[in-house]
């Protein structure tokens, strides 16, 4: 097993190489590396029943266990995806603008990959095959940690694309997992800005935080989303009702699903009954203030905690409030910076909201949900950012990019 | 004086004034700050005594005391950077994009502010205004901390301004310097990630990897440059020369002053007694590699060392090299990632440095000297970044911006 240390270098060593490469190159490698894992299915199974076993023999829940577990279907489908990731536009060399001085320099803005890409996640093994296709086609090295929970499965992909690496003439560490999966590797490895210059975590606000707070790494925060949706005085309650249920329920788990609603409070005693009756087709349990509590059956009373909380579940809390500024402010202290949303007929309060909502994505009357990298029609995703640096929102290949300015000169000086 | 959270706080309180404010009243503030600038310049003037007096106490070198040192030129001429930012446009509230989906959801990208910066710095105290400048102008809070050395002068320049800001009815903590000079208290500072978007040191090498080692906050790097222009075997050596005498001798303690020379191995006899000659006019010293010190009277025997070093002075390196490709690895090995540059004649050499060279800005036929903001057309600079998130490069106002996606819908649901 390499030390970190090493692994660190591998990626160095490799990184020259992925920089340079060629587009063709890189799509018939990724072609590859499908064929490999489909030609390995059966390897890369016999791997994940050791992960699914020892999930089992500790107990783990039936829900995690099904995230982990693949079969044919799930196998064709990660082939699927690096197909997919192949057939996309490279964004790498791409001039995004060039300009002449005064002086007669040619000054061009060219993209250019990151470097050494970090990915610590916790989900689901096809995260390595996705995480991977999406670095190498954007001419990046990645260093993956995946969850202990995946090992055997993580370890037999990772060993399969590197495999399909070596066939092709492609450095193989162009793509590395860290085996060592106990807690201090981790804290470790985000110290290793000298090998890795982005790191990207994957997974539940317990392991963003740490990472956040522990790297030495640039980081891009992704992921947290506690996204609300404000429904206007003026707003048509069909389309209200159909854009919260939507956000609410179409899928509970997910950053972009709402997990709280803002209701301005001269409709909320007509509206919030409608709403529960079509919430109540899916049970879900609303947390309101008072207000919203007294105009309708059956709302439990939310606490100050409520307000903050992304509960990827049944739930929802209520707020109601005067006017549009104050639920701008509301959502402006509690929101965690993803995908907000206003349903009104009102112009000015549309481009009110569009304005003044600090957030990866506003919308006007559409459902959160849409805050994905291929609704967003980007073809890929690799996270979604809720930072501000870098990249913000959805993050498709051109977030894997960097650039620098390639200048045209002949013998000036200063 | 206030605390550090309370210095947070404030900040977070201003910023949503500042980040929906705009453009005109932003003008209308710099230009009315600019003024006050040159009213108060006797208090101003008279704070900044007190910081001379003390370093000159404290033996400090006559060439920092210089910089140190204000004038009424030198208020002037702060007061005219602060105009001249007035008269930048305005980069926050452009849409850059915005395209149809195929459900009909129009999706936009729109510039916004950064939100709350933090600078950090060791230099003059005009950068305190600058920097206000630069960051108000992109619609960002900035939190500053000078050095101590400036202490006096800082203070006295953040009341005028902060005076001017209450005049035409700005919240004053847009700008807010940290007063409590601790060494503890930097520390502190950088892990106020809850309060501060960013992090934008300006300084020493080991002022700025003080900050990425400890930060909490990200982090833009600026700065260290150790810069190499390679001289090509079909260099035209009258260019070659021009350029080297420039870049190394117009002004040394910068970050894009060429520190590293690479020379092709089959020109170093001719070329380096001409380049030799022409250096000496400013006693420039030249530690070279075996075939550098045999070609020409005078190298110093370059060590290990040499190659990796920032000189800041009249010390140059001078490697030799068998071909193009040894003098990308060496300079990918050595650079900070800075400002790199070729003389060359040869069509496909120029384009493989330009392609294969990994640093914020890579030259054919010009001085690395050109790597500056306001030589690049940006207007200002706030720093050169020499990393690759989220801005590389003379970094001008687009880089104090993030943006957000702004969706317009009509009822759209997944």
Known sequence: ??????????????????????????????????????????????????????????????????????????????????????????????????????????????????????????????????????????????????????????????????????????????????EDTRRETVQEFMKMNQYVDVLIPRGGAGLIRNVVENSRIPVIETGTGNCHIFVDESADFDMAIDIIFNAKTQRIGVCNACESLVLHEKIVDAFLPQLKKRLDEKQVEMRGDEKACSAAEGLVPATEEDWGREYLDYILSVKTVKNIDEAIAHINRYNTGHSEAIVTKDYANAQKFLNEIDAAAVYVNASTRFTDGFEFGFGAEIGISTQKLHARGPMGLDALTSGKYIIYGNGQIR
């Open 1 to 178: 097993m390499k030390t970190l240390e090493e692994i660190g270098k591998s990626a160095k060593a490799a990184e020259p190489v992925l920089r340079i490469m060629g587009t063709n190159q890189k799509n018939e490698a990724l072609l590859h590396v499908a064929e490999k894992l489909l030609e390995e299915k059966a390897f890369v199974l016999a791997e994940n029943v050791k992960d699914v076993e020892k999930a089992t023999a500790n107990g783990m829940a039936q829900g995690m266990i099904d995230r982990l577990m693949l079969d044919d279907n799930r196998i064709e489908g990660m082939a699927e995806g690096i197909r997919q990731v192949a057939a996309l536009p490279d964004p790498v060399g791409e001039v995004t603008s060039m300009k002449q001085r005064p002086n007669g320099l040619m000054i061009g803005w060219k993209k250019v990959p990151l470097g050494v890409i970090g990915m610590i996640y916790e989900s689901r093994p096809n995260v390595t095959a996705d995480a991977f296709a999406l670095c190498f086609k954007a001419g990046n090295v990645v260093i993956l940690r995946g969850g202990s929970d995946a090992f055997f499965s993580n370890s037999a992909i990772t060993k399969v694309i590197r495999a399909a690496l070596t066939d092709v003439k492609i450095p193989e560490d162009a793509v590395q997992l860290i």
